[in-house]
């Protein structure tokens, strides 16, 4: 713009390796778009101290806080977008061990207090932060079952802390 403006002799644009006129290149990320820019960067910078002129509508330094502000926002969503990916990852791992440390506890407990009756069992389960009211008792073998959901599914082991 600031050729077709007559600020800046048509041979500027050598600088940036474009012949005059050009076309704007299209560009289709927002890396390419950073690594486009950073080269309009050097290029100008390699002009300016050759004894061009700078630009002055917009400032070059206007035109570079702006890209600084795209570049950070570009890795700011990248690293939310890994940190996420991330999590994704490691859920299932996450979900093993805890079903697998939640079972320890609970027969831990529950071999500690097989004498017990089983209102005492219930005692013991809610103070160790277990959640019994989804739960019946089979009166048989007096063991505690989960209760089927609305679906006849049992309904699943919850612990609240």
Not at 75 to 99: C, F, L, P, S, W
């Amino acid at each position: 713009m600031a050729i077709e403006r007559v600020e800046l002799p048509s041979n500027a644009a050598k600088y940036y390796d474009l012949t005059f006129p050009f076309e704007v290149p299209e560009i289709k990320s927002d890396v390419q778009l950073l690594k486009v820019a950073e080269k309009l960067f050097e290029d100008d910078l390699k002009r300016t101290s050759e004894g061009g002129k700078y630009f002055t509508n917009p400032s070059i330094g206007a035109v570079r806080v702006w890209v600084e502000k795209f570049a950070e926002a570009v890795k700011v969503k990248n690293n939310t977008y890994n940190v996420k990916q991330a999590e994704v990852e490691n859920i299932e791992g996450i979900r093993t061990d805890t079903d697998k440390l939640l079972s320890d506890v609970f027969d831990t407990v529950l071999s500690k207090i097989s004498s017990e009756t089983q209102q005492e069992k219930v005692k013991i389960f809610k103070a160790c932060g277990f959640n019994t009211e989804d739960r019946k008792v089979d009166e048989s073998t007096e063991e505690i079952l989960p209760k089927p959901n609305k679906k006849g599914n049992p309904g699943q082991l919850k612990f609240d802390l």
